[in-house]
């Protein structure tokens, strides 16, 4: 079946501009997981859904940072007056249920900020 | 707080030849130990996972892990590698029990395999 897909997979921004990423998990999955891995790194936690409850958001580096699920599927990490450090990769995983341990990542999207 | 050190960044081996790489974690809870694996402009893939039982762990591609407690390690292995093995290599962990399941990981190692 279809795996996790993210779109865009690249993004350049200019700085100051506002971004929107997207997250299509697996059907039926209800967790989502987004996170950020910068050059060299490894991934790092930014917030987590259950169904369209937000229920973590402590990863988020700063307001700038928002994200989404309203109908508790699609998700969209929105960047808001995109900062050069905000260059990454975002990672989008989701899991079958909250007990269920096993993420499945997307491509990921990768986000230059000039 | 929980981290996972990763102490090689690169580990260079050849075609045929055995191969570990090394993580270690630091918890105060019981965590749950995972390894991923990171193909170029792809995204991770879970190797194998120890969430409890025998301490050896087999996993895809003719890897496997053990996990140590004492060590508080989880190093992987594999007893001959292939070209095709080259890539990054995560190890993550979760706590046990947790709110969120959220990964936490380490820097990565990459390896690469030489002919």
């Known amino acids: 079946g279809a795996g996790v897909s993210q779109s865009p997979r690249y993004k350049v921004a200019k700085r100051g501009q506002d971004v929107a990423l997207r997250c299509d998990p697996i059907s039926g999955h209800v967790s989502l997981f987004w996170y950020q891995q910068a050059l060299g790194q490894g991934p790092e936690f930014l917030t987590y859904f259950q169904n369209e409850a937000q229920l973590d958001k402590s990863g988020l580096p700063s307001d700038r940072f928002f994200a989404e699920r309203p109908e508790g599927s699609v998700s969209t990490l929105k960047i808001q007056r995109t900062q050069q450090e905000d260059s990454a990769v975002y990672l989008c995983?989701?899991?079958?249920?909250?007990?269920?341990?096993?993420?499945?990542f997307g491509p990921g999207t990768r986000l230059t900020v000039t | 707080a929980q981290s996972v050190t990763q102490l090689d960044s690169q580990v260079p081996v050849f075609e045929e030849a055995p191969v570990e790489l090394r993580c270690n974690y630091s918890?105060?809870?019981?965590?749950?130990l995972f390894w991923y694996v990171q193909y170029p402009n792809q995204g991770l893939q879970l190797l194998l996972k120890y969430l409890s039982g025998s301490t050896l762990v087999k996993g895809i591609n003719g890897f496997e892990a053990e996990f140590n407690k004492s060590q508080t390690s989880f190093h992987l292995r594999k007893p001959s590698v292939h070209i095709s093995d080259t890539a990054e290599y995560f190890c993550?962990?979760?706590?046990?029990?947790?709110?969120?399941?959220?990964?936490?990981f380490g820097t990565g190692t990459l390896l690469a395999v030489q002919p």
């Open positions: 918890s105060s809870v019981s965590v749950y």
């Open positions: 995983a989701s899991s079958l249920a909250p007990g269920n341990y096993e993420q499945y």
């Open positions: 993550a962990v979760s706590v046990y029990g947790g709110a969120t399941n959220k990964l936490i």
